[in-house]
């Protein structure tokens, strides 16, 4: 559901947007964030860091620069995620982006949308739909370390 | 943004509101009964309380409502 174009505060926020194509799809909201969203969820914070919050009953949580990564694809992997070679669309596949900073901590998810598209809530603000690497940069998200991948035929 | 709650809540802002101590829990429990948003953690950090239903958890409307309930029995007027 398109709700707007471009937005100011958001290309300052993460330059790469300015010269793509973006979209933005929600209202602001700090109900769900970038985690929930990737894993189709838009009513609820995820975080493996605070025991008040919601992450998936058996996974792990470990949360600093030497575990976060695989914390965060073990967790997907409970929900069939597995590494993918390619972030181009493929029919029958959901794919997830994970990027991470300089330190190697996850920053952010993005989802794949039919036809290509990405998807992201960006923490508390909107959701956007943009090109994957709309999102990345020193100022933004940093990049993508991994495309995890699963059968849409199974859920 | 930051979708890492660990991030958010290491903002300077946001250690000095912790900073702030017992003063703090009136107005961040105005806060929740107005603008539900991510001050669960400060309160903890504050009261040592956790009155957050498990499966609340993550639901940040629920969330407050638990955080108002335990003010409200702690003689908070919220």
């Not at chain 2, 429990?29 to 309380?49: D, Q, V």
């Amino acid at each position: 559901m398109a709700m707007s174009a471009r937005n100011e505060s958001l290309e300052a926020e993460y330059p790469n947007l300015a010269s793509g194509n973006y979209q933005i799809t929600s209202p602001r909201t700090p109900e769900y964030n970038c985690f929930a969203w990737a894993a189709e969820e838009d009513d609820r914070w995820w975080s493996p860091t605070s025991e008040d919050y919601y992450w998936p009953e058996g996974s792990p949580t470990a949360w600093d620069t030497a575990t976060a990564l695989e914390t965060l694809i073990q967790t997907f992997a409970l929900s069939s995620y597995k590494p993918c070679k390619s972030a181009d669309f493929e029919p029958g596949i959901q794919k997830v982006a994970i990027y991470i900073d300089s330190n190697g901590m996850p920053t952010h998810m993005a989802r794949q949308l039919s036809e290509g598209r990405w998807t992201s809530k960006l923490g508390g603000w909107e959701d956007i739909e943009h090109e994957l690497a709309g999102v990345e940069g020193e100022k933004a998200y940093g990049s993508v370390y991994i495309i995890l991948g699963r059968s849409t035929l199974e859920y | 943004m930051l979708s890492d709650l660990s991030q958010k809540v290491i903002h300077p802002a946001y250690q000095r509101i912790i900073g702030m101590g017992q003063d703090a829990v009136p107005l961040l429990l105005n806060e929740l009964s107005k603008r539900p948003n991510h001050w669960f953690w400060a309160l903890r950090s504050i009261t040592g309380a956790n009155p957050v239903k498990p499966e609340h958890r993550g639901r940040i409307k629920l969330m407050a409502q638990d955080w108002l309930c335990w003010g409200r029995d702690h003689g908070y007027e919220c």
